[in-house]
């Protein structure tokens, strides 16, 4: 930690992270400009961001096969030429086919560079640093939608079309130069040396860990309701559905973001201090977003703003938590496939996302075609029966959790290591405190809990 070396290694990468989340949410502010340059409808607009979701999500696991053979240092500049060709691409195009085109190659370099990000932190930090740091790049990677929003939007509206797209390919070349000067795959001569060889072994060792498929299905499980809400269905829903003002609305994505923001670095530390109920968090977080739901749902009328306030914080939290998944895959798998297993992982989340946000507009579009609705699609009602597939999804998650979960137990049973009871756990944490109260120094209070590294 106290090497400068690891902090731009981190810095670069974050960057690179950061443009791709850039790159990858520019089309969603440029709609209206989109429809004139393709004359395209609303639906054939939908493929665009259908094509890339799909690309990204079926990347993941061969990307982190690669970064396990070549290393981040090579994906996470292959990843920005790839943007930067991608969003090139764009801004030159003026058919859907070719718009389509540069939305695949913007796919595909966002997919080489989050799990690419990700895998360097075991190599330059320690152990009890990394799920802090895991929270902070995903943070710094988010404000990336910032830049899409604000910046690029202005360009987009002030200079065109054409600028706007050639300055956000720009910003994938201060990527590509910088990853290329400070991204090392591992410190000292390790990186110079050349990476051991692997075999197509990599991917079944991996998925036959099942801490790796209780990283997946904890990914699965509380990552995608968020995801849903913000990049579908949440506006909507606040604006025709609950009768929300558009400026309300706005208000609570940002406090979204926000939420977060601030949850993120808690849970990281907190997922450090205490190893052992990683997945007890995971459930907990499930269960406040069911519960947010239920409250919503069952309210009589339209939700007022701060119950709907209330959901909002709730499913925020699922992102920063759905990255404890990835602590997971660290925790039970050797760095040789440490790429490979977070591919597995990051593939539940979007896989989670893209069968949820499916499945309620196709419950949507049934309620329509019966009369349910009224003639009117996004009447309340009909969107909070939509909405309740996300309990059939979530139940699917939480049941792989418990399934995985146990199994992990039970290998660990077998090495003779025992999971101390909740209460046992409550009640060292309480002593830890009180000890500290009483005069214990800085530096035992932020020591990690000494237990193995479990679920």
């Given amino acids: 930690m106290k090497n400068r070396s690891a902090w731009l290694v981190w810095g670069a990468g974050v960057f690179a992270y950061m443009v791709a989340v850039t790159q990858r949410t520019a089309f969603g502010v440029a709609g209206v400009e ?16 259908v094509v890339q979701l799909v690309v990204y999500a079926g990347l993941q696991i061969p990307v982190g096969m ?20 991608g969003q090139f691409q764009l801004a030159a195009a003026e058919s859907v086919g070719a718009g389509i085109v540069g939305r695949s190659l913007v796919g595909a370099g966002d ?8 895998r360097l ?17 995903g943070i710094i990677g988010q404000l990336g939608q910032i830049a899409s929003a604000i910046p690029f939007a ?3 509206h002030e200079l065109g079309w054409n600028t706007a797209f050639i300055s956000a390919a720009a910003l994938s070349v201060l990527a590509f130069v910088l990853a290329l000067a400070f991204v090392r795959n591992q410190p000292g001569a390790a990186a110079r040396s050349p990476r051991p060889a692997h075999d197509g072994g990599s991917l079944s060792a991996a998925w036959r860990q099942p801490g790796t498929r209780l990283g997946m299905w904890t990914h699965f499980t509380i990552q995608f309701p968020g995801t849903v809400f ?18 309300a609305a706005s208000a609570l994505m940002t406090f979204f973001v926000a939420v977060a923001i601030v949850c993120g670095p808690w849970l990281g530390s907190w997922v450090g201090r205490h190893p052992l109920r990683r997945s007890t968090m995971v459930l907990l977080i499930a269960a406040a977003m069911a519960c947010g739901w239920l409250v919503v ?8 703003v701060w119950v709907l306030a209330g959901l909002v914080a709730v499913l925020a939290i699922g992102g920063p938590g759905s990255m404890i998944g990835f602590d997971f895959a660290r925790t039970y798998n050797p760095s040789t496939r440490l790429g490979t297993a977070t591919g597995i992982v990051n593939i539940g989340g979007f896989g989670a996302s893209l069968i949820s946000m499916y499945l ?70 309480r002593r830890r405190r009180r000890d500290f109260r009483r005069g214990a120094g800085p530096e035992e209070e932020g020591k990690p809990v000494q237990e193995p590294a479990s679920d």
């Fill in 34 to 49: 989109a429809t004139e340059r393709f004359s395209a409808t609303a639906s054939v607009l939908s493929i665009f961001t």
């Fill in 66 to 85: 690669l970064v396990d053979r070549f290393g981040p240092r090579l994906l996470i500049t292959s990843g920005a030429a790839l943007m930067f060709a």
């Fill in 111 to 118: 997919a080489l560079t989050f799990i690419s990000v990700l």
């Fill in 121 to 137: 932190l075991p190599a330059w930090f320690p152990a009890p640093r990394i799920p802090v740091l895991t929270q902070w790049t």
């Fill in 154 to 156: 202005f360009a987009l």
């Fill in 230 to 247: 913000v990049l579908m269905w949440g506006y909507p829903y606040l604006v025709s559905g609950e009768q929300v003002s558009p400026a």
């Fill in 297 to 304: 749902m069952l309210w009589p009328g339209p939700a007022p």
């Fill in 360 to 429: 309620i507009g196709l419950v949507l579009d049934l309620l329509l075609s019966t009369g349910f609705s009224g003639g009117d699609l996004y009447d309340l009602a009909a969107f909070r029966i939509a909405l309740s597939v996300q309990f059939l999804v979530m139940g699917v998650g939480v049941a792989g959790i418990l399934v995985n979960r146990r199994r992990v137990r039970t290998a660990l049973a077998d090495e003779g290591l025992r999971l101390p009871p909740l209460r046992e756990a409550l009640a060292r944490e």
